[in-house]
């Protein structure tokens, strides 16, 4: 009986090697997991790598430039087939790219990019998402009014182009002034300190907020909120996570741009696996932003 077993099993492997090959294995890093934008790209990372039979490894560079670089070589190391990238930061991230690339190992950058171009990229143009949010608060300010903006980290690939998709509507609305912007690192506590430092010091002037994410928006939110203010104020921000489509549908937020972190995730992973395969792949997917208000929510809420 053993013996037949034995057989059975042996069989088995070799019915599973002729099958097809061995089981693809993609290193990822990830900016920061405690970001709900981030995690909903993570988790569409997971859903396509079971669909696909590919083995994750994921890394959490807790907004650490120096960590991703070092979870890269990690990577290499472990000579995996492919290695998604989420940059932490345009410039400190890219030796990460090179260290891929001078070992042979085809790297994917997934939402932001860095000052080396990776074997491709899926995510989608920031200063897009700029000029639309900064383009609804100066059609609801009928382009006359002072504007904050909250800054993502310094440095990355979403903070430099959100910043400049903004300025360029700054610029063709003359009457918009451009009170006050300062980093708020994507963070909800952190924006909503900033929002009530802003309170303190500019007070009524300030007649809308862009915030460059939703987190971002939602702690200018709070602070505007417990101020008694937020009547007063427009609020826009970037992502269209859950916490903010909620916000808008109860008449909180005025708007947010919907950035398809299913998409990215879904896409980087599909993409390596090409690369991997020697299959053709697009070096460049864009997903479209697009503005979400009340208007058009419903088809945003899942």
Aim: with cysteine; net charge neutral.
């Amino acid at each position: 009986m053993k013996r037949i077993i034995a057989l059975v099993f042996v069989l088995a492997l070799c019915g599973c090697e002729q099958s097809g090959e061995k089981r693809i294995t993609i290193g990822v890093t990830l900016l920061n997991l405690s970001n709900e934008f981030i995690v909903m790209i993570h988790q569409a990372m997971e859903a396509k790598a079971k669909e696909l039979g590919v083995k994750l490894i994921i890394n959490d560079a807790q907004r650490s430039a120096e960590r991703q670089v070092q979870q890269v070589e990690s990577f290499i190391a472990q000579r995996v087939d492919a290695i998604i990238l989420n940059p932490c930061e345009v410039e400190a991230s890219a030796p990460a790219v090179d260290k891929a690339l001078a070992a042979g190992i085809p790297i994917v950058n997934v939402n932001s990019e860095t000052r080396t171009a990776p074997t491709a990229f899926v995510g989608s143009r920031d200063e897009e998402s700029g000029r639309i949010a900064m383009d609804y608060l100066a059609k609801r300010l009928n382009s006359q009014g002072n504007v904050v903006m909250m800054h993502g980290f310094m440095g990355q690939a979403a903070q430099i182009k959100r910043d400049q998709g903004a300025r360029e509507i700054l610029a063709k609305n003359p009457g918009l002034k451009l009170l006050a912007d300062q980093t708020g690192e994507w963070d909800r506590a952190k924006a909503m300190s900033l929002m009530e430092n802003w309170i303190q010091s500019l007070g009524p002037k300030i007649k809308a907020v862009f915030a460059q994410n939703d987190e971002m928006a939602m702690g200018a939110l709070l602070a505007l909120e417990q101020a008694k203010m937020k009547d007063k104020v427009i609020v826009a921000g970037v992502d269209a996570i859950a916490d903010a489509l909620q916000a808008v549908k109860a008449g909180r937020l005025d708007a947010t741009v919907f950035q398809d972190a299913r998409g990215q995730g879904s896409g980087a992973v599909d993409v390596a696996v090409k690369i991997v395969k020697k299959q053709p792949y697009e070096k460049q997917v864009f997903i479209p932003f697009q503005l979400v208000t009340k208007e058009n929510l419903g088809q945003y809420l899942k």
